[in-house]
Structure formats: C-alpha cells, structure tokens
C-alpha cells in the first residue's frame, strides 16, 4: 500500500518504501478527457511542465518543486544529492521563465535543505517543505477567496437580484493551483453564499485554458458563458460586465501584473468604462526583486500553438492546421498597476502601488528574497 502524502482532484503525492511519485492530470486532454499521468522522475516532470501536461502559475511551482524532492530521493546519498541538486535546481526554475512560481518553490526547498549535514534530515526536510508550500498555498487561496467575497457582495448588493456578471481570463481555477484557484476562490465562495453570479469565460488563444475554467465551472455548476477573447471590449461596452477578477503569474513592487496574453486588453476596456479589474494572488506570487512590469521575462511559445488548434473529432482528441503563415507566439503580458483597480491577496485588499503593497507585506519589502525564506 503506498503512503498517500497529499490529494487533490489536480494533484496526488504518494510514496511506495524509498520511491516517491506524484499522479496529475493531463490538461492538454480537458475539457473532453479527464485522465491522470504518474510521474515518476525528474526528467518526466520536466517534460510534464514544458509541454503544459500541467500548467498554471502555482501549480507548475508545486510540480517543479516536487521535481526536484523526487530527484533527492533518488540520489540516496547526501553528496550526491547535494552535486545533483546544485545541477538540476537552476534548470527546474527555468523551464518556464515568467511565473514566479518555480523560483519560489525551488528555491524554498534550496533554503531548508541547505544547513542539513545528514542524508536521513536531507530528503526528509525536502519532503516536508513541498508539503508545507503546498499547505501554504492552499490556504492563501482560501483566504483570497474570504476578501474576494466581500468585493462580489458589495457589486451584488448594487444589483437588486439581477447575477453579479464577472469576466475572467484563463484558467486560474483548481487546475492551475490545487484547491480553491486564485480568481475562482471569490467565485466558487460567491456560490456558496447563495449571492446570484454569472461568469464569462474568455477562451484564451493559443492555448485555450478558458475552456479549462469553464469545465470547472461545470463541475461546481456555477452558470457560465464561453466567449472569444475578442468579445471580451464589446460585453465591457455594453454594460454586461460587472467586474474583471484575474489571477497573475508575478506581480512587482510596483504593482505591475503578468498575467496570461490579453489580459491587458481587458484591463485597457475595464479601465475605459470603469469596470473594476481586480487581480487575486498569493503572496508567493509577489515579485519583490522587481522595481516593475518591464524587468518580467515574456515567454515566447511555439508557433505551432498558434497555427494548429487541438479539439475533439468524433470522439477522439485530433490538431489541425489553420494556417501555413508565421506565426508570434508571446504567451503573457504585462498590466500596468494604473489599470488594476485592486490586488486581492490572502492578507487582504490592497492598492497595485508599493505602498500599499509594503503596508501588508513590510517583511517582504524590507527582504526582498523573504519569499523563499520558510519557517517550517
Ligand atoms: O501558461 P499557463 O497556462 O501555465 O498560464 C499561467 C496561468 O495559469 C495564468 O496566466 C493564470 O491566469 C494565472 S495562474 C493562477
């Protein structure tokens, strides 16, 4: 019988005597397959986060992580495992270079094991630290969705019954950071309080993780409208949007936000017609080593995203090509914090400004690495 260490419906730990592997689910087969993989090594998890197998900002820091935890235990030794890690730490953080999220967790780990001189406390501490971050992160988001709340009630209480309409980006649900999601734990918690909501998905070419959101949605029976990312400046204009709430890959001292490509064109319409757009994020995805927005790398992803789209085709999952042309492929873009009305984090709502930031985070504003610092 294997030791289960953690379960969620996105991820599940196990450890079987000396061996530790983890099952997730394949996202590139939602919404039409729901089917876990095992991962059972360092390279697989690598391969698993490149080619967005899983993907969301928490979730990848928490796959990486475990990465590198699965590596250690193979090492069976303290030396080894130190030359190891020392190798394979820097490649895992930067598989993919825009969430914060893998450096984080990486470097978390690094952070504890570090001062261990014993093989036995080595593997044991970095396998107790990916299950304090996960920990950690699950309760964040249950927080984010506490303020959140607050913010749908006082929308809801201007609406005299009629749903409260939010628009979201992408898919910052349970897939992407194992329980609650960032931008859905205010939603899955508006349903809860019986408050009348309805949410537009945008489906979020090339990759179309609004499709992800919506089969969540599905799941938890919370009404929903799939919309081309197109028609997100249109519904804004006609007054069919209450409230833009999106969650975020990094965000800097300054406010700015990385968030999935065309998050900034909702921003720009939002802040047009004075819709407020909110961002939820966990404290890990604060960038404090950022001044601002410019210093974030951008991911550039494959052109064949852009020119094939995979879909469901009498029952099986096929690609097909829409174009023989170049195609660009930048996979995240940069909100300046003016455009965000307000950032919701598990210690409450603050202003995209530095100041405010500081004021609910001052120890990570005086420690800019205090992120990667953990008391377990
Ligand atoms: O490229 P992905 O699908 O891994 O994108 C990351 C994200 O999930 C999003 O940008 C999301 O909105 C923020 S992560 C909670």
Redesign the pocket.
């Known amino acids: 019988m294997p030791i289960t260490h953690y379960q969620s419906t996105s991820l599940i730990l196990e450890q079987e005597e000396e061996k530790l592997y983890f099952k997730i689910i394949d996202q590139r087969l939602l919404p039409h397959k729901l089917e876990y993989v095992t991962i059972q090594n360092t390279e697989a998890c690598i391969y698993a986060i490149k080619e ?1 197998v899983v ?4 979730l ?1 820091g928490i796959v990486g992580a475990l990465g590198l935890v699965i590596g250690i235990w193979e090492q069976k030794e303290l030396t080894a495992a130190q030359i190891w890690v020392n190798h394979n730490a820097p490649l895992i953080e930067n598989i ?1 270079p825009t ?1 914060i999220n893998l450096r984080w967790s990486v470097q978390s780990i690094l952070d504890v094991v570090k001062n261990e001189k014993n093989w036995e406390n080595y593997r044991q501490a970095a396998l107790r630290t990916i299950l304090h971050l996960i920990e950690q992160e699950e309760k964040r988001c249950f927080q984010i969705g506490k303020w959140g709340l607050e913010l749908i009630k006082k929308i809801a209480a201007q609406k005299s019954g009629e749903p409260v309409q939010i628009l979201t ?4 649900g349970a897939l ?2 194992l329980k609650w ?3 859905t734990a205010p939603i899955y918690m508006a349903y809860q309080n019986n408050i009348p909501i309805h949410v537009w998905v945008s489906e979020t070419r090339p ?1 179309n ?1 609004g499709y992800l959101t919506a089969w969540e949605l599905t799941q938890a029976r919370i009404p929903h409208t799939v919309i081309v990312d197109n028609a997100a400046g249109y519904l804004i204009q006609e007054g069919k949007v209450d409230v833009v709430l ?4 990094r965000v800097t001292r300054n406010g700015d936000v990385a ?2 490509i065309g998050t900034y064109l909702k921003a720009l319409a939002a802040k047009a017609h004075g819709i407020p757009f909110y961002v939820a994020l966990p404290s890990s995805t604060f960038d404090f080593t950022l001044k601002d927005g410019k210093q974030i790398p951008i991911e550039t992803r494959r052109e064949q995203e852009v020119t094939h789209i995979v879909g469901l085709y009498e029952g099986e999952t096929c690609q097909v090509q829409l174009t023989e042309s170049l195609a660009y492929n930048p ?2 873009d940069i909100t300046p914090s003016h455009l965000v009305t307000a950032l919701i984090t598990e210690r409450g709502i603050c202003q995209p400004t530095s100041e405010s930031i500081a004021a609910l985070f001052p120890e990570y504003f005086e420690n800019p690495l205090h992120n990667f610092i953990l008391k377990l």
């Open positions: 967005m993907r969301g900002a928490p990848i993919r969430a980006h992408c898919n910052a992407a950071c999601g960032t931008a990759k993780q999106v969650g975020s890959d968030n999935k996979a995240f």
